[in-house]
DNA sequence: GCAAAAGTGTTGAGATTACACCCATGC
DNA sequence: GCATGGGTGTAATCTCAACACTTTTGC
């Protein structure tokens, strides 16, 4: 082999009673045969970078509609034992509830894992996931990738959820009403959403992204 | 050729008479020739991206130390007629006063060209000029990334205009020297510049980025 | 002494934080 | 009627934008 391999990662997100997880694939070949890693693989001549992420998620989970992103390329030359690999790692989110991962033993093991328990990852993929995470945390501050989380429709307490788990941190509540509203993030759908106590108004994300 | 090539475009930005410039190099070869485009070359393999980066612009140009950041990527297959060109695009600063590029014939030519007045270049890297500078622009708000486009010492007026070129818009004076004394990004060396005026007090770029 | 750039504070508006009580429903 | 989560306003603080005059030097 003369040139650099070129693959793609994906750090795929959701968010899972109370918690981001992850989604890791066991490795099984190579020096890191047994360790968990982030899902990816080569990208084919003709294939764009972005089409080869989907097209692996899709393969190994069957999600075919999701929030993508590129996040960074990883480039030097020794990363991956097993030769030269360019790796370009995208993050990817993906709303709850998300299907179970097929556990069929004709293909790699799959698990969604808490983002902040994470342990020790083949391919230093480590490092991927905490830039992935500081991505996220940046992003939703001034952007609606929040919508790749959840739902069309979602009441503003599910929407704080979400903000708490990437952020860390709890928030409050009044303040993040008036915010998210004036900030035109989301608008009220005219529906409620009942359950065991008082209903709660739904909302939807505002059309426009800014 | 299997699999997909990786190249490294090099958007290398300077300040030269109160414009922000970019390097271009007149393409030679292949559909482009003629056009005008980033600088930037194969990554063989065994090389890191960055290595790759700066060879190039150390090759084209004789510019050794520079700041270098990693853009995007960019892997539409369709984007070098050539082939299948994975192109991990970077953004670089120099600081004035840059060194003429070398006219040599044997190279391809070399020009620093406004980066609001650029005219069609090839691989569609027109786009990649707007990404570099929107980061640019987005990074000089709260890095120290300024640091890359002056000397080690500089006066406010002739830091306030590397903010003011690359904003693209006037700042006030007094609310500026407020702001980037009060964010500690830097400090003044107790020294100052003579000329034909008040002479005007030496900053430095303090140690910590943040 | 004059031209030219350097240097310096205050005020108002808007945004952000902190904080506690009532409401609507299911059971 | 009570437990539970849903919904709401105000005051204090901080941050950001607007704005004009004095100082120091070379000539």
Redesign the pocket.
């Known amino acids: 082999m003369r040139v650099p391999t070129v693959a793609v990662d994906v750090v795929l997100f959701t968010i899972d009673a109370g918690a981001l997880k992850a989604l890791l694939v066991q490795v099984r070949k190579g020096p890191f045969a047994g360790r968990w890693a982030f899902p990816g693989g080569l990208v084919p001549l003709g294939e764009a970078l972005e089409d080869t992420a989907r097209r692996e998620l899709q393969e190994k989970t069957g999600i075919a509609d999701l929030y993508l992103e590129q996040l960074y390329t990883f480039g030097e030359p020794d990363r991956d034992p097993s030769g030269h690999v360019v790796s370009v790692a995208y993050f990817a989110l993906v709303p709850a509830p998300v299907p179970a991962p097929p556990d069929d033993p004709k293909y790699a093991r799959l698990e969604w894992r808490d983002v902040r328990k994470l342990p020790r990852l083949g391919y230093g993929h480590n490092a991927l996931a905490d830039y992935a995470l500081a991505r996220l945390q940046a992003k939703i501050e001034y952007s609606d990738v929040a919508r790749g989380l959840l739902p069309p429709e979602f ?3 599910e929407l704080q959820e979400v903000y708490e788990t990437i952020l860390g941190r709890a928030l ?4 993040f ?3 998210v509203l004036q900030r035109g993030l989301v608008r009220p759908v005219k529906r ?1 959403r ?8 739904l909302y939807a994300f505002a059309q426009r992204e800014r």
Chains 1, 2 share one sequence.
Do not use: F, I, M, S
């Open positions: 009441t503003l307490a409050d509540r009044r303040n009403r008036k915010r409620v009942r359950g065991p106590h008082r209903p709660a108004e």
